[in-house]
Nanobody, 126 residues
Framework: QVQLVESGGGLVQAGASLRLSCAASGGTFSSYTMAWFRQAPGKEREFVAAITWSAFRTVYADSVKGRFTISRDNAKNTVYLQMNSLKPDDTAVYYC???????????????????WGQGTQVTVSS
């Protein structure tokens, strides 16, 4: 079982940038597919971005493509989400998730991830 701790959230104005971090411990980080999901008040949790163990493949939700970048540092057991050109619609609690190798479209599905962090709040004001 891997433990995940997110950080880097905050309150920013529209157009600003934030970088979220997710530090992992207790597992073999370099073997995990890592992802970010988010949940806004009154809405279901939605996929944001994912990265495979080798960083060979990255996947993004259409709503963040071109603005967000997911990356990982296996030496530091950390995955990042660089968020640029933030919009009020990006306001949500952002969760880090991890699992073993996930293939195909399953990488977008929250139910395929067994390990979750506690979340970090991102608020974008207009």
């Amino acid at each position: 079982q891997v433990q995940l701790v997110e950080s880097g959230g905050g309150l920013v104005q529209a157009g600003a940038s934030l970088r979220l971090s997710c530090a992992a411990s207790g597992g073999t980080f370099s073997s995990y597919t890592m992802a970010w999901f988010r949940q806004a008040p009154g809405k279901e949790r939605e996929f944001v971005a994912a990265i495979t163990w080798s960083a060979f493949r990255t996947v993004y939700a259409d709503s963040v493509k071109g603005r967000f970048t997911i990356s990982r540092d296996n030496a530091k057991n950390t995955v990042y989400l660089q968020m640029n050109s933030l919009k009020p619609d990006d306001t949500a609690v952002y969760y880090c998730a991890a699992n073993g190798q996930i293939y195909g479209s399953n990488i977008l599905k929250s139910q395929r991830y067994d390990n979750w962090g506690q979340g970090t709040q991102v608020t974008v004001s207009s």
